[in-house]
């Protein structure tokens, strides 16, 4: 009996189609004549129905109408490192993502912005910045899904990361790799995964060493006091109670300690003495940030019939540390500040389809989370006279402690509408509500069209209404009073409250197949906000504090290429795009007076707003040794700095190229290793990500320069 019949594309972006038989029917309940026995008829009916019920969650939450460029797990492990890679540099490898410092990842000209689900559950947003609470290992597949978007994702809407883990059933067995290589990389990892009666279950875990835990602050081979350790965790399991009926649940963990790095040759600038002492050597300076994030997701998928809904609950701990140089940062920033972030959410999701008519089908949810938002910082500064001049060279502490429970609501409502049976109309809204340190709310309209033109044209068209409340996370109740006539004490000392960006969003595109195999897209956006947000880093600790723009304009253009052909694969991608934000209305105390009355009236490039971004990438496998060569690039126009006006000039452009070669080994032993040699940025080319000025910009950042790393995997 035909189980599950697949045809997918092996390349990044490549399309999939899935026949599955429908939970019920008649032929779905014959039991398969091969099996001898009884247990082996019970497993294989138990992976008909577990694949059946993948297939209905995906369905739950199509991306009818929005723009998807999805890496299958072939696509994966052809990336340069494979299951290694970091998460963020996957995901850079799609259209219009522009990479920053500290991991920072900017779609279509957005600052941040992302939300990620695991299986269709959105996950509560994390303080941290550049710790990577994701392993790319875990996921069986990944999709970016932008433009305009359908009315079940809302709240952060820049990009949604969609992850589809592995299961047991899917993959079953495990691996042990050891990977590493240059620049004191360790990075140990496993995972396992099996099928026992009706549970499944993976669970994968890494452990990362390294000595470039953040960008190089300089164009240095090696960073000065950069050493990084880093664990990370995933399980899943879930039951399947009856052939419509399962549950299932997540948990991930991650810990991150990160040295900040040093830039020599520095003098303090600002001017001060602080126990006697003026002057520190730059090199010297030991400044350390702790990152942790932990969650967990519980979810019941049920089908009644014509009715399929997925109920889930989620919590997740994360939490910030900064310690600074107690000297060094007072001499260089007036200012040493020890930071403390934690934030605590649990919430609730529930997401359904129902097929009212052959030509309609209705789709329903909600979304509710509660967070407590706690911050304490221990700020050593030195006590100034009116006239600037040090009242004593002895440090004194300003201790500010607040914390903060908000909520966010949102419920939504889509009707999926067959005009024709090659034209799909997807209409409907959404309400959301956001009670944190900013009170407000707002009904959004969502439509699209989407035009099967010839079986090779796809055409989609949509508007999309946005509601984007700030990172509840990020944002405190600064007591700047507190620093008043102290080293630390801010020019403006206006601080409005964060509010939520509200955003008209238009997207026009398609897709054609030119020939078997080649897959061409184009796609075309355009948006303007009000309170626009942007996010900066003001001070030492490494802590984004978000901001608002009164108006903002983002537009761009994106152009696609996928070829998928035995042994070939191939994906192109480039982007051109331009963010303007003008009015700077909230959190002002960080930023200059100079600035501030520029931006009042003009319309300035935001930091993050890159021109022109390029992502490429092409895998070969040589089929008498089983031998895979690949290579992939990244391009960037570079992002903002200041020049005549802010954020009025751009770094120089950019590329960066990066080499794999695997070998599958059959070593007789359980099902054979894999070994691999990768090369990050082939032909060490020095180049900045960000040269320390700019809008809400803190120190210089540096790519990668030329690792060889080597890894083994053992398969079992």
């Given at each position: 009996?035909?189980?599950?019949?697949?045809?997918?594309?092996?390349?990044?972006?490549?399309?999939?189609?899935?026949?599955?038989?429908?939970?019920?029917s008649?032929?779905?309940?014959?039991?398969?004549?091969?099996?001898?026995?009884?247990g082996a008829a019970?497993?294989?009916?138990i992976d008909?129905?577990?694949?059946?019920?993948?297939?209905?969650?995906?369905q739950?939450?199509?991306?009818?109408?929005?723009?998807?460029?999805?890496?299958?797990?072939?696509?994966?492990?052809?990336?340069?490192?494979?299951?290694?890679?970091?998460?963020?540099?996957?995901?850079?490898?799609?259209?219009?993502?522009?990479?920053?410092?500290?991991?920072?990842?900017h779609?279509?000209?957005?600052?941040?912005?992302?939300?990620?689900?695991?299986?269709?559950?959105?996950?509560?947003?994390?303080?941290?910045?550049?710790?990577?609470?994701?392993?790319?290992?875990?996921?069986?597949?990944?999709?970016?899904?932008?433009?305009?978007?359908?009315?079940?994702?809302?709240?952060?809407?820049?990009?949604?990361?969609?992850?589809?883990t592995?299961?047991?059933?899917?993959?079953?067995?495990?691996?042990?790799?050891?990977?590493?290589?240059?620049?004191?990389?360790?990075?140990?990892?496993?995972?396992?995964?099996?099928?026992?009666?009706?549970?499944?279950?993976?669970?994968?875990?890494?452990?990362?060493?390294?000595?470039?835990?953040?960008?190089?602050?300089?164009?240095?081979?090696?960073?000065?006091?950069?050493?990084?350790?880093q664990?990370?965790?995933?399980?899943?399991?879930?039951?399947i109670?009856?052939?419509?009926?399962?549950?299932?649940?997540?948990?991930?963990?991650?810990?991150?300690?990160?040295?900040?790095?040093?830039?020599?040759?520095?003098?303090?600038?600002?001017?001060?003495?602080?126990?006697?002492?003026?002057?520190?050597?730059?090199?010297?300076?030991?400044?350390?940030?702790?990152?942790?994030?932990?969650?967990?997701i519980?979810?019941?998928?049920?089908?009644?019939?014509?009715?399929?809904?997925?109920?889930?609950?989620?919590?997740?701990?994360?939490s910030?540390?900064?310690?600074?140089?107690?000297?060094?940062?007072l001499?260089?920033?007036?200012?040493?500040?020890?930071?403390?972030?934690?934030?605590?959410?649990?919430?609730?999701?529930?997401?359904?389809?129902?097929?009212?008519?052959?030509?309609?089908?209705?789709?329903?949810?909600?979304?509710?989370?509660?967070?407590?938002?706690?911050?304490?910082?221990?700020?050593?500064?030195?006590?100034?006279?009116?006239?600037?001049?040090?009242?004593?060279?002895?440090?004194?502490?300003?201790?500010?402690q607040?914390?903060?429970?908000?909520?966010?609501?949102?419920?939504?409502?889509?009707?999926?509408?067959?005009?024709?049976?090659t034209?799909?109309?997807?209409?409907?809204?959404r309400?959301?509500?956001?009670?944190?340190?900013?009170?407000?709310?707002?009904?959004?309209?969502?439509?699209?069209?989407?035009?099967?033109?010839?079986?090779?044209?796809?055409?989609?068209?949509?508007?999309?209404?946005?509601?984007t409340?700030?990172?509840?996370?990020?944002?405190s109740?600064?007591?700047?009073?507190?620093?008043?006539?102290?080293?630390?004490?801010?020019?403006?000392?206006?601080?409005?409250?964060?509010?939520?960006?509200?955003d008209?969003?238009?997207?026009?595109?398609?897709?054609?197949?030119?020939?078997?195999?080649?897959?061409?897209?184009?796609?075309?956006?355009?948006?303007?906000?009000?309170?626009?947000?942007?996010?900066?880093?003001?001070?030492?600790?490494?802590?984004?504090?978000?901001?608002?723009?009164?108006?903002?304009?983002?537009?761009?253009?994106?152009l696609?290429?996928?070829?998928?052909?035995?042994?070939?694969?191939?994906?192109?991608?480039?982007?051109?795009?331009?963010?303007?934000?003008?009015?700077?209305?909230?959190?002002?105390?960080?930023f200059?007076?100079?600035?501030?009355?520029?931006i009042?009236?003009?319309?300035?490039?935001?930091?993050?707003?890159?021109?022109?971004?390029?992502?490429?990438?092409?895998?070969?496998?040589?089929?008498?040794?089983?031998?895979?060569?690949?290579?992939?690039?990244?391009?960037?126009?570079?992002?903002?700095?200041?020049?005549?006006?802010?954020?009025?000039?751009?770094?120089?452009?950019?590329?960066?190229?990066?080499?794999?070669?695997?070998?599958?080994?059959?070593?007789?032993?359980?099902?054979?290793?894999?070994?691999?040699?990768?090369?990050?940025?082939?032909?060490?080319?020095?180049?900045q990500?960000?040269?320390?000025?700019?809008?809400?910009?803190?120190?210089?950042?540096?790519?990668?320069?030329?690792?060889?790393?080597?890894?083994?995997?053992?398969?079992?």
């Amino acid at each position: 009996m035909s189980r599950f019949t697949r045809l997918r594309g092996r390349a990044a972006g490549a399309f999939a189609l899935s026949v599955l038989l429908p939970l019920g029917s008649a032929l779905a309940q014959t039991p398969p004549a091969a099996p001898a026995d009884s247990g082996a008829a019970l497993s294989l009916d138990i992976d008909v129905i577990a694949k059946q019920l993948d297939i209905a969650r995906t369905q739950i939450q199509p991306s009818l109408g929005a723009t998807t460029y999805q890496f299958a797990r072939p696509a994966i492990e052809q990336q340069p490192q494979g299951d290694n890679t970091p998460f963020n540099q996957l995901i850079l490898q799609a259209p219009s993502v522009a990479q920053d410092s500290f991991g920072q990842l900017h779609v279509r000209g957005d600052h941040a912005n992302l939300q990620f689900r695991i299986n269709g559950v959105q996950l509560p947003e994390g303080i941290n910045v550049f710790g990577q609470a994701l392993e790319t290992r875990l996921a069986q597949s990944v999709a970016l899904i932008t433009g305009a978007l359908p009315a079940q994702y809302g709240f952060r809407t820049a990009g949604i990361i969609d992850i589809q883990t592995k299961t047991g059933t899917l993959d079953p067995g495990g691996s042990v790799t050891l990977y590493g290589g240059m620049k004191g990389w360790a990075q140990p990892s496993f995972e396992y995964g099996g099928r026992v009666g009706a549970i499944d279950y993976y669970v994968t875990g890494e452990y990362l060493h390294n000595a470039i835990g953040i960008e190089n602050p300089t164009g240095s081979f090696n960073a000065i006091h950069d050493l990084t350790d880093q664990g990370r965790g995933f399980g899943y399991i879930s039951g399947i109670l009856d052939p419509n009926t399962r549950l299932v649940g997540m948990f991930g963990t991650s810990r991150s300690e990160f040295q900040i790095p040093n830039i020599p040759g520095m003098s303090p600038g600002t001017g001060l003495t602080v126990n006697g002492t003026g002057n520190l050597d730059s090199r010297l300076l030991d400044e350390h940030q702790r990152q942790v994030t932990h969650y967990a997701i519980g979810t019941l998928q049920k089908k009644v019939e014509d009715l399929d809904f997925q109920v889930s609950a989620l919590t997740r701990y994360s939490s910030v540390f900064f310690t600074p140089d107690p000297l060094g940062d007072l001499l260089f920033n007036g200012i040493a500040q020890t930071a403390y972030r934690r934030s605590v959410a649990a919430g609730t999701q529930g997401d359904g389809s129902y097929r009212l008519t052959p030509a309609h089908t209705l789709r329903f949810g909600y979304f509710v989370q509660g967070e407590r938002s706690s911050a304490a910082t221990n700020s050593s500064v030195i006590g100034l006279n009116p006239d600037g001049s040090q009242v004593s060279g002895q440090p004194f502490s300003i201790i500010d402690q607040n914390g903060k429970t908000g909520w966010l609501y949102g419920v939504y409502l889509q009707d999926e509408w067959k005009v024709w049976p090659t034209v799909t109309v997807n209409f409907g809204g959404r309400f959301d509500l956001v009670d944190e340190f900013t009170h407000e709310h707002q009904f959004s309209p969502r439509i699209s069209v989407v035009w099967q033109a010839t079986e090779a044209s796809t055409l989609h068209a949509g508007y999309s209404r946005y509601f984007t409340p700030p990172p509840f996370e990020l944002v405190s109740a600064n007591a700047i009073a507190l620093l008043a006539n102290t080293s630390a004490a801010p020019a403006v000392t206006q601080n409005n409250t964060a509010k939520a960006e509200r955003d008209h969003y238009f997207d026009v595109g398609g897709t054609q197949i030119l020939f078997p195999g080649f897959k061409a897209g184009v796609d075309a956006y355009y948006r303007f906000a009000t309170n626009l947000i942007d996010e900066g880093q003001f001070g030492a600790p490494i802590i984004l504090t978000p901001f608002n723009y009164a108006h903002g304009i983002n537009r761009g253009i994106e152009l696609t290429l996928t070829y998928d052909i035995d042994d070939w694969h191939f994906y192109g991608n480039f982007a051109a795009a331009k963010a303007l934000g003008k009015n700077i209305v909230s959190s002002q105390f960080n930023f200059s007076p100079d600035d501030l009355a520029f931006i009042s009236g003009h319309y300035i490039h935001t930091d993050h707003d890159q021109t022109y971004t390029s992502s490429a990438g092409i895998a070969y496998t040589y089929p008498v040794t089983n031998t895979r060569f690949s290579v992939d690039m990244l391009y960037g126009s570079g992002l903002r700095a200041a020049g005549s006006t802010p954020n009025g000039s751009h770094l120089p452009d950019y590329q960066q190229v990066n080499l794999s070669i695997v070998q599958k080994v059959e070593t007789g032993w359980w099902r054979g290793a894999e070994l691999r040699l990768d090369v990050i940025n082939l032909f060490d080319e020095v180049y900045q990500i960000r040269n320390g000025t700019g809008v809400g910009v803190g120190a210089p950042q540096f790519g990668p320069r030329r690792t060889v790393l080597a890894g083994l995997t053992q398969h079992f």
